[in-house]
């Protein structure tokens, strides 16, 4: 019996250290070891100045790139930026061809059904933007009627303009483009009579061609906020970029980035 009871013993042993080697969690602990990152790859629009956009050597810089950058050497991975078609942005993300998207993207109710995000980093608002001399008078978006208005595929203003059908049937005419730079060209031109589109970013398009555009203080929809985006099971990944970003914030190093673009701190504390 005693040599019975000892080969059991023997054989319960080899079940629990010899079948189960190679873990190296702590005994005791179900929980799965943390994923070890290799490399981040971020999906932007590459012509959604001053976010993100490729300058005249054809290299992608941005604030938010500025942003990712930082928060990836601190985590101590490569980062990678790719293009994508901003209105399949969801499906990019979905496919894991690009593992987040930071590139002044708004936290909406029907983004966060197909996304998680990170925490508001940012106010954003939507404003009117015309060729100068061209308001007429322009006090708020129902003044909009019989113009022809454009704003970017797949953004905000758009989502707005969309579910908000007594305004979009007053248009003349609504486009839609794959980018701003396409937009505000058509509106230097005179093929639309304004632009519905992020502060930031027309304010942005403005400063680069000095006395063709005018912002109107005219709020279109309500007031967003921008926020970083990640598949919706990656939470993992979302609490270390978080973590890295919240640091960034504290330290100063977040407020330096947006001194450097926008002249100010506008990110949220």
Do not use: H
Request: with cysteine; hydrophobic share 40%; net charge negative.
């Amino acid at each position: 019996m005693r040599k019975i009871f000892l080969a059991a013993l023997l054989l319960v042993t080899m079940i629990f250290t010899g079948c189960g080697g190679g873990s190296d969690k702590p005994a005791g602990s179900d929980a799965p070891a943390d994923k070890k990152l290799e490399k981040i790859t971020i999906g932007l629009d590459d012509e959604y100045a001053p976010m993100g956009f490729k300058n005249e050597q054809n290299e992608i810089v941005g604030f938010d790139v500025d942003l990712a950058k930082e928060a990836a050497k601190r985590l101590g991975v490569p980062v990678e930026f790719k293009a994508i078609d901003w209105n399949s942005k969801e499906a990019e993300l979905k496919s894991g061809r690009i593992d987040i998207i930071w590139n002044g993207l708004d936290i909406t109710p029907e983004r966060e059904e197909n996304m998680l995000f990170s925490k508001p980093y940012m106010d954003n608002r939507q404003i009117i933007f015309v060729k100068v001399g061209g308001a007429n008078g322009i006090k708020d978006e129902t003044e909009l009627a019989g113009k022809k208005v454009g704003t970017q595929a797949g953004s905000t203003a758009e989502a707005y303009i969309d579910k908000t059908p007594a305004l979009k049937d007053s248009f003349a005419e609504f486009k839609t483009y794959g980018d701003y730079v396409s937009a505000f060209m058509d509106l230097e031109n005179g093929r639309i009579d304004a632009i519905v589109c992020d502060e930031i970013t027309g304010r942005y398009a403005m400063s680069k061609q000095e006395g063709k555009f005018e912002a109107l203080d005219v709020t279109v929809g309500d007031m967003t906020q921008f926020g970083i985006a990640f598949r919706k099971e990656d939470t993992e990944l979302r609490d270390k970029v978080q973590k890295v970003f919240d640091d960034m914030i504290k330290d100063g190093t977040a407020a330096k980035i947006s001194e450097q673009w926008f002249k100010a701190d506008l990110l949220k504390k």
